[in-house]
């Protein structure tokens, strides 16, 4: 796989005094268990009542990886998380108090064979919520996240035994 060109540097000065747009960047998951042989999908519920992936801001000096962890681990609740392959970069424009941004995201499919989700109400997430593959992409409100969601399911595997992870590392 290529990898992404990276994002553009943020741009900085007074709001206004460019027209570029700010740049900011974001990691998020794809979060497969397995429940009786069949793979589920957590989403989520966000802020603006829709269904999406648990995602959020890099801090600090945190890689796409360690923030796509934390992010999901803030806003689901869930622990016992872990990290499988690099699904790409998505990015869209949006307008917020009068700014331009463009947003990119990188999103990683990650696996979570057990614990209850918390939704993080705080950050209005008000729902978790477990969904076969099929249902997910039928739910999921953002058309962006629906092509995530689709290479998410071209390396979901169901392990045939204990410890091996729900997902081909090679595949497309």
Not at 63 to 76: F, M, P, Q, S
Not at 139 to 168: F, Q
Request: glycine share 10%.
């Amino acid at each position: 796989m290529v990898p992404d060109p990276p994002p553009p540097a943020r741009e900085h000065g007074p709001p206004g005094a460019s027209d570029a747009p700010e740049v900011e960047r974001s990691a998020g998951g794809v979060v497969v268990r397995v429940v009786q042989g069949s793979a589920r999908i957590l989403l989520i519920r966000d802020p603006y009542d829709r269904w999406g992936l648990p995602k959020g801001h890099l801090e600090g000096n945190e890689d796409e990886a360690e923030a796509a962890l934390r992010e999901v681990h803030e806003e689901t609740g869930l622990r016992d998380l872990s990290l499988g392959p690099d699904l790409g970069r998505i990015d869209w424009h949006f307008r917020l108090r009068g700014r331009r941004i463009h947003k990119y995201c990188r999103f990683y499919l990650m696996s979570s064979p057990r614990g209850e989700t918390r939704p993080q109400v705080a950050e209005g997430i008000t729902e978790c919520r477990w969904f076969s593959l099929t249902e997910a992409a039928r739910r999921v409100d953002y058309e962006n996240a629906r092509g995530i969601l689709e290479k998410a399911a071209r390396r979901i595997r169901i392990p045939e035994r204990l410890g091996v992870p729900p997902w081909r590392e090679g595949a497309r």
